[in-house]
């Protein structure tokens, strides 16, 4: 069992740069892969970037590559997503999630999830 809470949302101008972070508690939390979603209003919830357990390897979508990248600190139990160039577009609510097998998408694949964290992108 993972519980999951997110942090570091909030309002950005555009060009801007916000880090996510996502607390876990659990022993397990080192043996799973880890993913960070976004929901905006009306759409369905999209993968943007996944980790393994390690920390040494990573998928991301296209259109957050280049722009975001996550990471992860298993002495702190946190993931994190840093993402720089933030556009209009990427206004949403962000959901970390675990896995215990290192994949993308689709979020059916993520057994535990955050409450989610929502970051507001300005122009």
């Known amino acids: 069992q993972v519980q999951l809470v997110e942090s570091g949302g909030g309002l950005v101008q555009a060009g801007g740069s916000l880090r996510l972070s996502c607390a876990a508690s659990?022993?397990?939390?080192?043996?799973?892969?880890m993913g960070w979603f976004r929901q905006a209003p009306g759409q369905a919830r999209l993968f943007l970037a996944a980790?393994?357990?390690?920390?040494?390897?990573?998928f991301y979508e296209d259109f957050v590559k280049g722009r975001f990248t996550i990471s992860r600190d298993n002495s702190k139990r946190t993931v994190y997503l840093q993402m720089n160039s933030l556009r209009t577009e990427d206004t949403a609510v962000y959901y970390c999630?675990?896995?215990?097998?290192?994949?993308?998408?689709?979020?059916?694949?993520?057994?535990?999830w955050g409450q989610g964290t929502q970051v507001t992108v300005s122009s």
């Open positions: 999630a675990a896995t215990p097998v290192f994949r993308r998408g689709p979020s059916s694949a993520y057994d535990f």
């Open positions: 659990g022993r397990t939390f080192g043996s799973y892969a």
């Open positions: 980790i393994d357990w390690s920390g040494e390897s990573t």
